[in-house]
């Protein structure tokens, strides 16, 4: 069954770093979402990406944060400058279909977790 | 604001017992509700959507749209059971999700 992989499984990083988390989604679709979960808090929506362009963000996906897919696989979440507090999971997804069409569904990586030293 | 609650952080039951694990939302709109359920180590997977109406091991969930609300039910849990489950919220663009519960199931 295809899945959704995320790479690394688990980063570690210093405070002012650079990051880049990686996903490579289902192979047929079109849709792609990055969410976070910081330890112990709701998984929170971060970005959704369609066409080649961010079409949705939230508040928390600010200048230090960019989306990419530089080569029709992957899709990476790049984090230019990271602080403490973007410790977290992160997710990514991807779907046929807008999620919440009928009969779609979205499918998760297993996701990243950033530790921020 | 937040769209979606689970008031429960935890909640455990014996095996065979009955297990609801509660979900309100907060939406003007025409909700689309979902349950995801992550296992120890593994990634968050969808366990059922309201809008199908279907029972996934033995899970059920009726949207009471009165009380805002997305229960999930299951009438004998069992140890295989013992996961975070999350409630989601679709607003057409965007998904909320709750803070989850974590279940475990005593045998």
């Known amino acids: 069954e295809p899945e959704v992989t995320q790479t690394p499984s688990h980063q570690v990083t210093q405070m002012g770093q650079e990051v880049i988390l990686r996903c490579v989604p289902i192979?047929?679709?079109?849709?792609f979402y990055w969410y976070r979960q910081i330890l112990g808090q709701k998984v929170e929506f971060l970005v959704s990406f369609y066409n080649n362009e961010i079409s949705e963000k939230s508040e928390i996906f600010d200048d230090q944060f960019s989306v990419e897919r530089p080569d029709g696989s992957n899709f990476t979440l790049k984090i230019r400058s990271t602080k403490l507090e973007d410790s977290a999971m992160y997710f990514c997804?991807?779907?046929?279909?807008?999620?919440?069409?009928?009969?779609?569904?979205?499918?998760f990586g297993q996701g990243t977790r950033l530790t921020v030293v | 604001a937040q769209r979606v609650t689970q008031p429960e952080k935890l909640l455990s039951v014996f095996k065979g017992a009955p297990v609801e694990l509660k979900c309100n939302y907060s939406y003007s709109g025409s909700p689309e509700l979902f349950w995801y359920v992550q296992y120890s180590r593994q990634r968050l997977q969808l366990l059922l959507r309201?809008?199908s109406r279907e029972s996934i091991k033995g899970f059920t969930a009726d949207l009471n749209k009165g009380e805002t609300s997305f229960h999930l039910k299951k009438p004998f849990a069992q140890e295989e059971d013992s996961a975070m489950y999350y409630c989601a919220l679709n607003t057409g663009n965007q998904f909320y999700f709750g803070t989850g519960t974590s279940l475990t199931v005593i045998p």
């Open positions: 309201h809008i």
């Open positions: 997804a991807s779907s046929d279909l807008i999620w919440g069409q009928q009969n779609t569904e979205a499918f």
């Open positions: 192979s047929n679709h079109l849709y």
